[in-house]
Structure formats: C-alpha cells, structure tokens
Nanobody, 120 residues
Framework: QVQLVESGGGLVQAGGSLRLSCAASGRTFSGYAMGWFRQAPGKEREFVARINRSGDSTSYADSGKGRFTISRDNAKNTVYLQMNSLKPEDTAVYYC?????????????WGQGTQVTVSS
C-alpha cells in the first residue's frame, strides 16, 4: 500500500508558476513509476506527465510539453511537477498516482488532489 499526499496548489495569475509536490509513504517509493493527472470541472481526468522509478525517463501530454517538468527525489519519497507559463486552461484539480510499470498498467494508488486555479 502506498499513501500519496499532494500539496503546492493555489491561485496564480496567467504566466505564473507553481510547483506541486506529492509525498509518498508506505511501500518503497523508488519501486513505483509516478504520474500526474488533472481534472477540470465538467471534464474527465487526463494524463499530465509520468516519470520512471529512477527518474531518468519522463513523458508529457502535449498540453504541458515545454512548460511542465516532472521530477522525483527518491531519498525524500517525493515527486514534483514544476509548472511554468501557466494558462487559465490549466485550472484543475491535480492528482499524483503510482503504479508498478512506467510503460503500462493501471495506476494503483492515487492522492486526494490539490486545486490549481489560474486567473486571466
């Protein structure tokens, strides 16, 4: 079992930046690939970014390429999402998730989410 707790959300103006954090507890954090997802009001949850166990492989949705950076610190059991040049359409609840494989499989563990609001 892995427990995930997100933090770092808030209200920011368009063009600003935020860094989200996701702290993990329970089983060995470094044994899991990690991902970030988001869900805007009235929309389905969508993939944002993922990172492999060691942190040397990452993947992004087109919406965040060039603006978002996912990283992890296995010594701190934490995964981050640095978001720059934020747009109003980035407004959503952001969730982190964990799964065994970087490439495929269900995301087995989820955090409770953190709200990001970008004002125009």
């Amino acid at each position: 079992q892995v427990q995930l707790v997100e933090s770092g959300g808030g209200l920011v103006q368009a063009g600003g930046s935020l860094r989200l954090s996701c702290a993990a507890s329970g089983r060995t954090f470094s044994g899991y690939a990690m991902g970030w997802f988001r869900q805007a009001p009235g929309k389905e949850r969508e993939f944002v970014a993922r990172i492999n166990r060691s942190g040397d492989s990452t993947s992004y949705a087109d919406s965040g390429k060039g603006r978002f950076t996912i990283s992890r610190d296995n010594a701190k059991n934490t995964v981050y999402l640095q978001m720059n040049s934020l747009k109003p359409e980035d407004t959503a609840v952001y969730y982190c998730a964990a799964r065994n494989s970087y490439y495929t499989g269900n995301w087995s563990y989820w955090g409770q989410g953190t709200q990001v609001t970008v004002s125009s």
